[in-house]
């Protein structure tokens, strides 16, 4: 095995979500040997007042990878790749950058931009300048292969998350200097295939899951064995 079989991996959620979505993987991670470390980005929450930009939330990410001693492995889904894109940028101790149909953006790249510059339909733009996805629509955006408790609950502990996030652009981007792997979900309605697969093809390799944009409630399993094999 490589060091990096004594690696943390570092979990980072998409928009509106939380540090709670990794619930049913990071134990699994634990049982491969993995540390686990997650994190709860400054953009998303209840109080529209006291919310990150995207910088913000560069910082946050960065400030735990440097608190964190031997190699590092990270794991973005969705808009968390946008952040991890340029907070991992000159951090020695990330060995390995995993996309889970994240944003795996280059420089002066923004979410919005790379999928057409206009927030989807299901999408909620609030008058505190934050959005969020339509409830009414998340079940088959999100969480479309989920089993029904969970995507009701998952849907329940959805926050909103400061607008501006998803039109800025990143100053940095490590996958040019850090291994990465993208995993794409084949089954996702958030992110189209045909756009991860085009974001794909800046990563050293790349797998598949037959996944909504939620892989890691629908499978946590295989996840969590992808991330470890990537440890190996």
């Known amino acids: 095995m490589s060091d990096l079989s004594a690696a943390t991996v570092v979990l980072v959620h998409g928009s509106w979500h939380g540090s709670w979505c990794w619930e049913r993987v990071a134990p699994l991670l634990a049982r491969h040997g993995l540390r686990v ?14 919310l990150a930009d995207l910088d913000g939330d560069i910082r946050a990410v960065r400030l735990l990878l440097q608190r964190l001693e031997g190699p590092v492995i990270v794991c973005a889904h969705s808009y968390g790749g946008a952040p991890v894109t340029a907070a991992a940028a000159g951090q020695a101790q990330v060995r390995r950058l995993i996309y889970l149909s994240a944003f795996m953006l280059d420089v002066g790249e923004s979410c919005s931009a790379i999928v057409g510059g206009s927030l989807p339909s ?27 408790l969970v995507c009701e609950l998952a849907i329940s502990r959805l926050v909103p998350q400061l607008m501006v996030t998803s039109a800025q652009a990143v100053d940095a ?3 040019r200097t850090i291994p990465a792997t993208y995993v794409v979900c084949t089954l996702d309605r958030a992110i189209p295939p045909t756009v991860q697969r085009r974001l794909a093809s800046r990563a050293n390799q790349s797998a598949e899951l037959a996944s909504s944009h939620s892989p890691f409630f629908s499978m946590p399993g295989a996840v969590a064995s992808l991330i470890a094999r990537c440890a190996a």
């Open 173 to 175: 981007a490590a996958w």
């Open 122 to 148: 299901w999408c909620l733009v609030l008058n505190d300048g934050t959005f969020i996805i339509d409830p009414a629509a998340a079940s088959g955006i999100l969480y479309g292969d989920c089993d029904p």
């Open 37 to 50: 470390a997650t994190i709860d980005l400054p953009s998303c929450g209840r109080d529209a007042a006291g």
